[in-house]
């Protein structure tokens, strides 16, 4: 039985994940630390909060002596670390939780690690490891910049971010790449595209317009709606990492990419017209909207985010050359199930819009 640490498991993507290993790998103990930020909820978890091989832990992954008690005590074979500030926005707002969490964060899990699992010296010095142990940065395309209308990034593409968030999750690759390098400490790094998918905060693209759509609210779309984003669905970024940790070559960047560029307005003018199809033919409960409403009039376009990156796109060659992983959902199939998920899921989506997120709302969109 393999101990998995998964950090940042009660947000979006670690959500997903930690349902993906308990249902894949059912000799794993899997325990989830997350410290409940704004963008954590054990909502996401409910389905599995009995299943005797999980167990959740609240807690900060910078927070020095607490990680050193806890790889103590669950002698982890496996650290996955998604636990990140994880929103563009909120880090041109607020750059230094950025650097805190995912920067130091990063640091003292790395340490603590590699004390747990140092076995003793090679006979050039370097740190020996117990076997079958691997450390798992999950990390982002946005560490490589933007590119221009062709080209995609690669795994030796230059680390060239533009946001205080990019630059935070670049800061910790180029630690844990130093760390292998440095201490041979066995590690992987996995950069992806956008996910989507059940379980996503509000505040990132589609599931905030599919919930506006839903109060006919306005669509606020930054600029001209001509950003490209690579999307990936979230289960396949899940099998994507899974399959990393356990077939990847030590020390090695994976990219992990689904060959989906689409330009943030398409994804707009799709949910638009998604919904109101939807709204139209079937009943779904806790909605009452008018759908003959919903139209093309809600988009509105506002003031673009500052150095907006303009088009990312991921080359996934090496993962699926290398290892055999491919993503099983196109586009078309996971877009309209994700759409189906938050429309059926009204009571998740007040949950996580209640509290501080009203008021998050309001100054970002207000204000322009
Ligand atoms: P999220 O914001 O939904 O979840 C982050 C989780 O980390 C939350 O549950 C939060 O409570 C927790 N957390 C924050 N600070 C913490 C701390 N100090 N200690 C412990 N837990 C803490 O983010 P997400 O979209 O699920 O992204 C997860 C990871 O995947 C991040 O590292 C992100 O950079 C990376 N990533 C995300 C995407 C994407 O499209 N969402 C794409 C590529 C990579």
New binding site residues.
Partial sequence: MKTVLV?????????NFVKYMLDKHKDYKIVN?????????LENLTDIEDNPNYEFVK????DRSFIKDLFQKHHFDLVV???????VDRSIENPEIFV???VM?TQVLLDAAKNLWQTGKDENGYPTYREGVKYLQ?????VYGALGKTGMFTETTPIQPNSP?SSS?AGADLLVRAYGNTFKFPMNIT??????GPY??PE?LIPLMISNVVELKNLPIYGDGMQIRDWLHVKD?CSGIDTVLHKGRVGEVYNIGGNNEKANIEIVDLIIANVKEKLSNDQYNGIDTDASKISDDLKIHVEDRLGHDRRYAIDNTKITTELGWSPSYTFEQGIVETIDWYLNNQDWLKQVKSGGYQEYYEKMYSKK
């Fill in positions: 950090t940042g498991g009660a947000g979006f993507i670690g959500s630390l997350d410290l409940l930020t704004y963008a954590g909820n807690g900060d992954i910078a670390n998604f636990a990140a500030e994880s929103h805190q969490t995912n964060g999950v990390s982002t395309d946005e968030y999750k950069r992806c595209s956008n996910n989507y996503q905060f990132k970024h």
